[in-house]
């Protein structure tokens, strides 16, 4: 179950169904209440009645992410001080709904009850109800009654929506209303049930849920129960950091996606993705999805396998200027509303991204270092290049050796990086940067998605691809490291505008380079230091923006705000290069933060300092849970850990950095080379047990910079702890 703190509301989901209601149940119209399935609403209004009253809510008790049980009584009568009829309402989404209705009676005389339950939808698009756009109205529904069922159904041009509302015990049934009759004896219940069933293309959905079934047996429950019992334990000696953790787990395995492609030997097998976040982004998208599974390599493969056999199957093939798409380049984001004219660029798809192609070929070179069989990887080794062809043919729009973007039409993103928004990216002064943008972090993708192409050749035997991919990332850091450092500010700019004018705001997008190892070695504290500075770190993480900028604003979603994904992704940078105490204090403010979240960290939070608010300020409208930041700890803790595999070479890097707040700390079911280890961290001592064959252990880190294929590996340098790489 999943509500934002202070809504009211209660969320549940289960893949692409999802239902926001009342905690009493009843899913009020005229707001973004509903039952949404496959990015449509298909109820829009389920309100129950009891005897003409307005039940009275007594408690909301969550299950898991799909399922919960709301209680309520029947308000007492005027003679009697207290109700004796509880209304028992257990909720199942997925594949739709169904909705379980026990009247229990506790009085010692009869129950006449009359139960009615008003039922609506108005088809809208996702898009419409998470915007808050004029909806249709209901009069645009036609509904059907017969045989204890509804029936309602909406045309509007080429699309048609259905959706069923079927109840057991023989309910009398009128248009938008079903009704029961019944006399509950003394200390016994009366039970009811409702399955809500839309339609697609013609075809009603298969329902996960029946009355013949227990819940334990079906598919999300068994789903679920597999990840929990294959997901790792972490024991440590802080509470709330252990609850921060179980809680990201949860939150995880509640967010995928599960479909059908090509697998091994051509076989159709089922593939999880990882959505980007509940409840208005449930579906893959191209970058989130690509970090997010990269953040939990340590706990599962198959997200990161699944993710890139999907996005494979969708990459470009053509130039089309409405959707972006061109050969080679990696999806933004799918989506399979009935008005799918609503989305970005009017399709089901759109490519409008800079940074997913690059970091496409980045997680399958990193997946082959945890130990994915090189047949596989094989089978997406063509993907890989012709993504690679994509940034070097339409991605570097001027051959100046850097990829930029500027989008096709008026309708597509204006920002195709991360930060997004449209004034996403901005000068110190605070004038919005105009395209074509080449964006600091995108580079430091792009030379990290040909260090990994250069890996996977040389592994193979390549001779001639390897020097070819070496020698383009040689290039591409040199040229980074001139063209984007500013020598008088001692920090990276945020990109290079459509002049080629270096976009000079003090941002965090430079961690993201330190994590994939663009950043020449001398250039590093200075980085570090301002990443760490007052003005960016808040007390709780690093800030998307400095407080010295002019577009600073702490409530803003991309100018001021923190991300913990971003968070993580920097502290693996700082660690990287070897600032383990600058590593560390990122880590402990995001994991603070998470404790007076809950222990659920949501999309962003405000950026005020620490010494103005205690405690984060919660940004209004942040998704949670939200994949990447159900992820970041996950990657704070492989950062920690200073944890670098490399199954190929047969080596594992592991030099653990823990503050001594989390000690002892213990984590189980790390998974690497077809197996799965332990990591026992105390005071001056650690150990790894379970370590597969095959695989050495290397008791310090990994060296700072990522040696290419046949490169000599640079020592440390002087007075610095040696890292490890977080990236490669």
Not at 118 to 125: E, L, N, Q
Request: with cysteine; aromatic share 8%.
């Amino acid at each position: 179950m999943i509500g934002r703190p202070g809504s009211g509301l209660v969320t549940l989901l289960e893949e692409t169904t999802f239902c926001i209601s009342e905690a009493s149940g009843d899913i009020v119209p005229g707001g973004a209440q509903g039952l949404f399935f496959r990015d449509t609403r298909f109820l829009s209004r389920l309100e129950l009645r009891l005897d003409g009253e307005l039940p009275e809510p007594v408690a909301v008790q969550p299950n898991d992410p799909f399922r919960c049980t709301f209680l309520a009584r029947r308000p007492p009568s005027p003679v009697k001080a207290d109700s004796t009829l509880l209304i028992i309402r257990r909720r199942y989404v997925g594949n739709g709904m169904r909705d379980e209705i026990t009247l229990r009676n506790l009085g010692r005389e009869p129950a006449a009850a009359h139960l009615t339950v008003a039922v609506g939808s108005d088809f809208a698009d996702l898009f419409e109800v998470k915007e808050g756009r004029d909806h249709h109205h209901d009069d645009d529904v036609d509904i059907s009654a017969a045989d204890g069922t509804l029936r309602l159904r909406c045309r509007r041009g080429a699309n048609v929506g259905v959706v069923s509302v079927t109840g057991t015990g023989d309910p009398s049934v009128a248009p938008g209303l079903l009704t029961w009759q019944s006399v509950i004896k003394p200390g016994t219940c009366w039970t009811v049930s409702m399955q809500v069933t839309p339609t697609l293309d013609g075809t009603d959905v298969v329902p996960h849920y029946t009355d013949d079934q227990p819940v334990e047996g079906t598919t999300p429950a068994k789903r679920l129960a597999d990840w929990r019992r294959r997901s790792p334990l972490l024991l440590t000696s802080d509470e709330r950091v252990a609850a921060t953790f179980a809680t990201s787990t949860e939150d995880v395995g509640s967010l995928r996606i599960f479909g059908r492609g090509p697998g091994e030997r051509g076989e159709q097998a089922e593939h999880a993705v990882i959505a980007a976040g509940a409840p208005w982004f449930m579906t893959l998208f191209g970058r989130d999805s690509l970090l997010t599974s990269w953040m939990l390599l340590p706990i599962d493969l198959s997200l990161a396998l699944g993710t890139l056999r999907t996005l494979a199957s969708l990459q470009g093939q053509r130039e089309n200027p409405l959707t972006e798409e061109e050969p080679g380049r990696i999806l933004h984001e799918t989506r399979s509303g009935r008005d799918a004219s609503l989305a970005l660029g009017g399709g089901s798809v759109y490519y409008g991204t800079a940074d997913a192609t690059p970091l496409f070929v980045m997680l399958l070179g990193e997946l082959a270092q945890w130990g994915l069989p090189a047949d596989v990887a094989d089978e997406l080794l063509p993907h890989a290049d012709r993504a690679l062809e994509w940034i070097v043919c339409y991605g570097d729009r001027d051959g100046d050796g850097f990829v930029e973007y500027q989008r096709a039409t008026d309708q597509g993103l204006v920002n195709q990086g991360w930060k997004d928004s449209f004034d996403g990216i901005t000068f110190a002064s605070g004038q919005i940067a105009e395209p074509p943008i080449a964006l600091a972090e995108v580079q430091g993708y792009v030379y990290a998605a040909y260090q990994a192409r250069a890996h996977l050749a040389h592994e193979r035997g390549e001779a001639e691809a390897a020097r070819h991919w070496t020698e383009q990332a040689r290039r591409l850091k040199r040229d980074f490291n001139r063209a984007f450092w500013l020598p008088d500010r001692g920090y990276f700019a945020l990109g290079l505008d459509g002049a080629k004018r270096p976009i000079d705001a003090l941002g965090s997008n430079m961690g993201h380079c330190l994590w994939t190892g663009i950043v020449d070695r001398d250039k590093a504290a200075s980085v570090a230091g301002h990443l760490t500075s007052r003005q960016m770190f808040s007390g709780f993480g690093i800030r998307t923006l400095a407080t010295s900028m002019t577009a600073y604003n702490p409530m803003s979603y991309h100018n001021g705000s923190v991300w913990p994904h971003d968070n993580a992704i920097c502290a693996a940078g700082l660690m990287r290069y070897g600032f383990v105490p600058q590593a560390q204090q990122v880590a402990t403010g995001i994991l603070e933060a998470a404790d007076m979240f809950g222990n659920r960290l949501p999309e962003l939070f405000c950026g005020f300092d620490r010494g103005d608010f205690a405690a984060p300020v919660a940004y209004p409208t942040s998704c949670s849970p939200q994949a990447w930041a159900a992820a970041a700890p996950f990657l704070l803790l492989r950062t920690l850990l200073r944890f670098d595999p490399a199954a190929p070479s047969g080596k594992v890097w592991c030099s653990p950095e823990v503050p001594a707040r989390l000690l002892p700390l213990r984590v189980e079911g790390l998974r690497i080379g077809g197996g799965t280890l332990a990591v026992d961290v105390s005071r001056g001592d650690w150990r790894i047990d379970g370590l597969p064959p095959g695989l050495k252990l290397i008791r310090h880190p990994r060296s700072p910079l990522a040696a290419l294929p046949g490169e000599r590996r640079p020592a440390a340098a002087d007075g610095a702890a040696r890292p490890s790489a977080a990236a490669r």
